[in-house]
Nanobody, 123 residues
Framework: QVQLVESGGGLVQPGGSLRLSCAAS????????MGWYRQAPGKERELVAH???????NYADSLKGRFTISRDNAKNTVYLQMNSLKPEDTAVYYC?????????????????WGQGTQVTVSS
């Protein structure tokens, strides 16, 4: 039906930058909010940022100014630009999307998650 595929994670030194991408595919009619979450070892999954279809964005207070979320609706893709990375940003980052899609001839709506991409900030 709908799949989310993340890319762009990896190992980066403190102070470095990474850009994550998440592309949605399938019988998509419309994508409402898209977002990024992260989960560090031994911690609960937390919101990083989310962005509405028309572009208004919200961020976790602790990440404002370092992370920027954006989206390309024509490509059904959401991005997360991460700057000035710190070791505490190390986590698996997950993409999320609220999607309207066709299934069995019906218009449905559901919440989807990507498989996650590892971001490690270490010297």
């Amino acid at each position: 039906q709908v799949q989310l595929v993340e890319s762009g994670g990896g190992l980066v030194q403190p102070g470095g930058s990474l850009r994550l991408s998440c592309a949605a595919s399938g019988s998509i009619v419309y994508i409402n909010a898209m977002g990024w979450y992260r989960q560090a070892p031994g911690k609960e999954r937390e919101l990083v940022a989310h962005i509405a279809n028309r572009g208004s964005a919200n961020y976790a207070d602790s990440l404002k100014g370092r992370f920027t979320i954006s989206r390309d609706n024509a490509k059904n893709t959401v991005y997360l630009q991460m700057n000035s990375l710190k070791p505490e940003d190390t986590a698996v980052y997950y993409c999320n999307a609220d999607v309207k899609f066709y299934s069995g001839g019906y218009l449905r709506r559901d919440d989807y998650w990507g498989q996650g991409t590892q971001v490690t900030v270490s010297s």
